[in-house]
């Protein structure tokens, strides 16, 4: 099997990380830059396979695209294919197949789209044909299954012939992420209003405008987990802004209770170490794809941590709380649901000279979120190669900071 062995490296060089570009604007910009007809020039487009897996499905002329194990490629371009012209059968993965789209294609059917599901009812693949008459433009959507049905619409909306007034019906999960496609739609030309529960975007056209994608906010927790848990660290992150669209620049406040401070200069942000506190209570709702790092960390350096807002992490690309639990175990950390959605993380971890491996089930957040454990003792990540969905660069950047003991 495919491993990457890391020796307890508990010192760390003091490195520049040329992070990878975020795969939530880049693909983004790449379904917004295909609606105005490509007029755009994309800059700092991220190498992540979800974004590249986009860029040649886009360009595709084949009826069946295959979107892999791309949550977002897979929701914005069913909503996409409505505008197109051929008819389009979107597939994915054994696990994108268990992936719900329901609400979205419902949406869409409300439009007037003509959708038909090719396997089990609500779940990819499914046959999209093109919009040929628009029905309403009144839609209502739950909010708390997946904020990619919302981005998807919203992106689609300015290209239909009587626009679209979309009401979030009930708790909004991963809200920043909406934000961001209201945000990236305006600095293309698109403007929306966004009051109390309802979102209207008239039809109108997309313009020419330069964009650079900002560094992954995602992708930096990991190094600030680097930081929290080494022994001697001082890392600079290249390409991130103190001003971000990416709702996971949380995780700055986050680490900042968890023994990391960040100072932003011109080109990038540096982390260094600081005391941290022994306890923290936090709300993923809004970033979910940050827990998984902030339970590793919290479980290592033995803070007491207490979590809500995990719900969405069931449908990800593992379900997510099950295989942390799992892992973490190994370390004699628990994850618990103490109430219905408060989770605790309790840990007796003591750092050993002992080899542990860790499985990351299809999950490239599994990896880069144990990897950091590297600063403790040695580990062995199975399937090292699943960071490519997001971050390819990830095991190269890791080999650069490890200074052997
Ligand atoms: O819109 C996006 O770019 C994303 C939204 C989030 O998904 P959900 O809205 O399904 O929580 C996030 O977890 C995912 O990694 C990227
Ligand atoms: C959930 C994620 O991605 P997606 O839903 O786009 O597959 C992720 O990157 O953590």
């Excluded at 009812?121 to 628009?134: A, C, D």
């Excluded at 408060?342 to 750092?351: A, I, L, T």
């Amino acid at each position: 099997m495919d491993t990457k062995k890391l020796p307890h490296s508990p010192k760390l060089k003091s490195v520049d990380i040329p992070l990878e570009a975020s795969k939530s604007e880049s693909n983004r910009a790449l379904i917004i830059n295909a609606i105005s007809g490509n007029r755009s020039v994309i800059r700092n487009l991220s190498n992540a396979r979800d974004t590249q897996t986009m860029l040649r499905l886009l360009s595709s002329e084949e009826t069946t695209l295959d979107v892999l194990d791309a949550g977002t490629t897979m929701r914005f371009l069913t909503a996409y294919s409505i505008l197109g012209e051929q008819p389009k059968i979107l597939t994915g993965t054994e696990r994108m197949q268990q992936r719900p789209i329901h609400i979205l294609a419902k949406s869409l059917k409300q439009l007037g789209a003509k959708i038909k599901y090719l396997n089990e009812e609500g779940f990819p693949p499914l046959r999209i044909k093109p919009l040929e008459h628009q029905k309403t433009n009144r839609l209502s959507i739950r909010g708390d299954v997946s904020s990619q049905f919302i981005s998807a619409l919203l992106m689609i909306a300015p290209a239909l012939p009587q626009g679209l007034s979309l009401e979030l019906k009930g708790k909004i999960g991963s809200r920043p992420y909406i934000q961001m496609t209201l945000d990236m739609m305006r600095l293309f030309g698109v403007q929306s209003n966004w009051t109390n529960n309802t979102i209207e975007i008239a039809p109108q056209s997309y313009g020419e405008y330069p964009y650079m994608v900002e560094s992954d906010w995602s992708g930096a927790s990991y190094w600030y987990s680097f930081v929290a848990l080494a022994d001697e660290a001082k890392i600079k992150l290249l390409g991130l802004r103190q001003k971000s669209l990416q709702g996971d620049i949380a995780i700055v406040r986050i680490m900042n209770q968890l023994g990391v401070m960040s100072t932003f200069e011109d080109d990038g942000v540096v982390l260094e170490k600081i005391p941290h506190q022994e306890e923290l209570e936090f709300d993923f709702s809004d970033c979910p794809d940050l827990a998984q790092t902030v339970a590793v960390v919290c479980g290592i350096k033995g803070i007491h941590c207490r979590m809500t807002g995990l719900e969405s992490l069931r449908i990800k690309e593992t379900d997510r709380i099950k295989a942390l639990k799992k892992e973490l175990k190994k370390f004699k950390i628990k994850l618990k649901e103490v109430e219905e959605g408060f989770w605790e993380v309790k840990s007796k971890y003591q750092p050993s000279e002992e080899i542990i491996a860790i499985e990351t089930y299809d999950d490239h957040r599994m990896a880069m979120a144990f990897a950091p454990i590297m600063t403790r003792q040695p580990i062995i990540i199975h399937n090292p190669s699943v960071v490519n969905k997001s971050y390819p660069g990830f095991w190269e950047h890791v080999d650069k900071i490890r200074l052997e003991k």
